[in-house]
């Protein structure tokens, strides 16, 4: 298949640069948009990627219960919540068939900081948010492991003015809000510290939820051109997981889900989540003269949570156990993710570059136990006693990468892009059970090309071809010598998983007569090789005469078109618009207006309109 891609690409290419001839706007000083620290560089007119932009306002203004809403009106997104305002974040059909707790294979990144959650989900302060930008595609090349058909970038609100709210929200099912912030503004300074809660007893069993924020963010201004911006968050949710039902039938008998079955078998596989997550960063700017800047951020993500699994159907007796919260296994993971990034970035009429550099140091310590005394079947001789630790281990994972951007005009309306990064990732495991330390290393390579074209003042065509990739874990490599009893098999052999995407799209701008109408419409190509799954199938039991191994077993692709049209709408009608004919029925055929105060606020419309 890749020699119709090539066709159709030299295609394109020809048809921009012959196309440049024809234009008559001038590119002036081409700049670099991308970073993974800020979002104060922001301009679609070069970009040759899809990207989709969010302001935190229409966030605020939608009073949504989580992010999914918002989300979901980016073509090619989509997201799954598990409670609450926490989701799983998928792009172009990547990782959603996976579950529980793998990573997305999106990067998600808040306030330059990377983050990822053991559960596989990510937790997003609505009450918090300046903005999301969206990069569709392979964005290895700015953002490394895992980011195999995008990133979502997120930047937290600052202080903005001299105020102080209290609010508050309620809704169905026992949803409620409560909201407390203040923020000041001056000539040295600008800061803001918000507190929050949400709760709800969801609708369906076990879909309840707590989530406490406090979020603060202080900018110092040392000079004319540099400040200094020091970020905090610190949230505490509990959580259930629950949401779905197990077919027709119990759709239309057990809608909540409530029943579990004789055996316990209904239940979710894990359930009662405890999750303590603490972010800082500090992040310092520096302009040099009108077209040059530097940043650095220093960050720290910690995220303390608890949970149990493995429903008990059987007690250490051998009777049935049905109740809801019976469970047999608690799981206890603490994770710290350290890093610091520098980017330094140059514009100008022939070339703009982005030079940057991405250190990480993260720690992954898991530590599993049984609950109760249990047996795994009524006849089984075996019995698992309670407090008995069954996993305790240690992953250290060192980043090294070096990355960077480069943008040249071709002419005086068409830009190439050109960007790439090198990954150095060290897996250091440590069992405390069964002593002995595996190492691993990855060398992994990443890059985008593209071309820009403004055909008109209003229109640009883009295209370009973007890598991303995800390095296996230390599961995936060794399970086989972690526990031998496992009855799967290592494989240190393994490859990293590589994207490749290919996206030809037009984005613009229409002006209407009230407003501007924005698109951007796309095609996209996106594959993926060396796909990691277990030889037996995903989440198949391993026996000794089919034994488990986790292989590199082939690719999977993905392709269509998205479209995308926005308008902002007129925030009030103005009576300085011409009047527009409307057709008012007659008040008996209005049958919703049965009351005298619907029929007074009725005939008082009618009048309103016709004057």
């Not at 520096?286 to 303390?304: E, P, R």
């Amino acid at each position: 298949m890749s020699k119709p891609r090539r066709i159709s690409h030299s295609i394109l290419l020809s048809t921009l640069l012959a196309t440049t001839c024809f234009a008559s706007e001038d590119l002036g000083i081409i700049g670099i948009d991308s970073t993974t620290i800020d979002d104060r560089f922001h301009s679609s007119r070069t970009e040759v990627s899809p990207t989709a932009t969010i302001d935190g306002q229409k966030v605020d203004d939608a009073h949504v219960e989580n992010i999914q809403q918002v989300l979901q009106s980016i073509p090619g997104m989509t997201t799954e919540v598990t409670s609450g305002d926490s989701i799983k974040i998928h792009i172009r059909g990547v990782e959603n068939q996976r579950y529980m707790g793998e990573k997305p294979g999106v990067a998600v990144v808040i306030d330059g900081v990377p983050v990822f959650e053991r559960t596989g989900s990510v937790n997003i302060d609505l009450d918090d948010i300046a903005s999301i930008k969206v990069i569709k595609g392979g964005a290895s090349y700015l953002f490394g492991d895992d980011a195999l058909a995008g990133a979502v970038i997120i930047t937290t609100k600052k202080g903005t003015a001299n105020k102080s709210t209290i609010s508050t929200e309620i809704g169905s099912f026992g949803y409620h809000k409560l909201l407390a912030e203040t923020s000041l503004s001056k000539d040295s300074y600008n800061a803001r510290i918000q507190a929050s809660e949400r709760k709800s007893d969801g609708y369906w069993a076990n879909s309840g939820y707590t989530a406490q924020y406090v979020d603060g963010k202080i900018q110092y201004y040392i000079d004319d051109s540099s400040d200094l911006t020091f970020g905090a968050e610190a949230s505490k949710r509990k959580k259930d997981s629950h949401g779905t039902v197990g077919g027709v039938i119990q759709a239309l008998n057990d809608p909540k889900s409530i029943s579990t079955g004789t055996d316990g078998g209904g239940r979710d596989y894990a359930r009662m989540f405890d999750v303590d997550l603490l972010k800082l960063y500090l992040t310092y700017s520096k302009d040099f003269g009108n077209n040059s800047n530097l940043l650095i951020n220093a960050y720290q993500y910690g995220d303390d949570t608890t949970f149990d699994s493995g429903p008990q159907k059987y007690s250490s007796t051998g009777a049935v156990v049905i109740a809801d919260d019976a469970y047999t296994t608690l799981n206890d993971y603490h994770q710290i993710q350290r890093g610091l990034k520098s980017e330094y970035r140059s514009s100008g009429d022939y070339l703009a570059y982005l030079l940057g550099a991405d250190l990480r140091n993260n720690t992954y310590k898991n530590k599993t136990s049984y609950l109760v005394d249990f047996k795994t079947s009524a006849f089984s001789p075996t019995i698992y006693h309670a407090g008995t630790i069954t996993g305790d281990n240690k992953t250290t994972e060192a980043v090294y990468a070096p990355y960077a951007e480069i943008k040249v005009p071709l002419g005086e309306a068409t830009t190439l892009t050109l960007n790439g990064r090198y990954d150095n990732i060290q897996l250091d495991y440590t069992n405390y059970l069964n002593p002995g330390d595996l190492q691993k290393d990855f060398n992994v390579y990443s890059h985008r090309i593209g071309v820009s074209h403004n055909l008109t003042p209003n229109t640009t065509l883009f295209m370009s071809r973007s890598t991303g990739f995800r390095a296996p874990s230390i599961d995936q490599l060794f399970n086989g010598t972690i526990t031998p009893s496992s009855k799967v098999q290592s494989n240190p052999d393994l490859k990293p998983e590589q994207s490749v995407d290919y996206d030809l799209g037009i984005r613009g701008t229409i002006p209407t007569v009230d407003n501007t109408l924005t698109y951007e419409a796309t095609l996209f190509w996106l594959d993926r090789k060396n796909y990691i799954m277990s030889s037996i199938g995903q989440y198949a039991a391993a026996t000794t005469t089919h034994p488990e191994q986790y292989e590199n077993i082939g690719g999977m692709r993905s392709k269509g078109v998205e479209l995308s049209l926005s308008k902002a709408m007129p925030k009030k009608l103005s009576p300085l618009i011409s009047p527009i004919p409307i057709s008012i029925p007659t008040l008996h055929s209005m049958k919703i207006f049965t009351s005298g105060l619907g029929v007074r606020m009725l005939r008082a419309l009618r009048r309103y309109i016709t004057t």
